[in-house]
T-cell receptor, first 113, second 116 residues
């Protein structure tokens, strides 16, 4: 069965500093991987996704994530964060052929001015 | 603009009452989902539907019921049997079914239910 672990529940980072949000998954088959972002009192928005091909995927607002099959990880990174990046970030996994998407428990990113 | 509409945004009920949360989508998506979000627990799947007139239980279906009479609509009823109904409820949809399931989910803005 698929599962997702986000090790850090909260990550405080100074503005313009780099950040890495960690995500590890468990699955016995091929997977699709997603990062979603949630701003206060809103639904989730897709940030980026890995389906196949290049293991490094990027979003339009400077985030990137790298699929590492050997380490079963899909960590999210940004080289320089902004106040507007303050949000909760969720990693999600879906086994190939499985209609269910499993979410991690989320990481709350707080940007310190 | 296409999207998912959840209503109302805030809902208050007395314990023992059933309540129905609305979810409508105009994305022409086949699949729809209901998740419950609690602080520190992420999102947990309640029910999902891949096609009209069919739906499956998720991981925490007890105390909830759904219907899928139209492609656009997937209402969720929180019954009095649900022991801890106060939570943030999120509806989502996706285009793909079939073997690959690589379509991302699109979410509504949620309904915050408070039961006292």
């Amino acid at each position: 069965a698929q599962s997702v672990t986000q090790l850090d529940s909260q990550v405080p980072v100074f503005e313009e500093a780099p950040v890495e949000l960690r995500c590890n998954y468990s699955s016995s088959v091929s997977v699709y991987l997603f990062w979603y972002v949630q701003y206060p009192n809103q639904g989730l928005q897709l940030l980026l996704k890995y389906l196949s091909g290049s293991t490094l995927v990027e979003s339009i607002n400077g985030f990137e994530a790298e699929f590492n099959k050997s380490q079963t990880s899909f960590h999210l990174r940004k080289p320089s964060v902004h106040i507007s990046d303050t949000a909760e970030y969720f990693c999600a996994v879906r086994d190939f052929g499985n209609e269910k998407l499993t979410f991690g428990t989320g990481t709350r990113l707080t940007i310190i001015p | 603009d296409g999207g998912i509409t959840q209503s109302p945004k805030y809902l208050f009920r007395k314990e023992g009452q059933n309540v129905t949360l609305s979810c409508e989508q105009n994305l022409n998506h086949d699949a729809m989902y209901w998740y419950r979000q609690d602080p520190g627990q992420g999102l947990r799947l309640i029910y999902y539907s891949q096609i009209v007139n069919d739906f499956q239980k998720g991981d925490i279906a007890e105390g909830y019921s759904v219907s899928r009479e139209k492609k656009e609509s997937f209402p969720l009823t929180v019954t009095s049997a649900q022991k801890n109904p106060t939570a943030f409820y999120l509806c989502a949809s996706s285009a793909g079914t079939g073997n690959s399931y690589n379509s991302p989910l699109h979410f509504g803005n949620g309904t915050r239910l408070t039961v006292t």
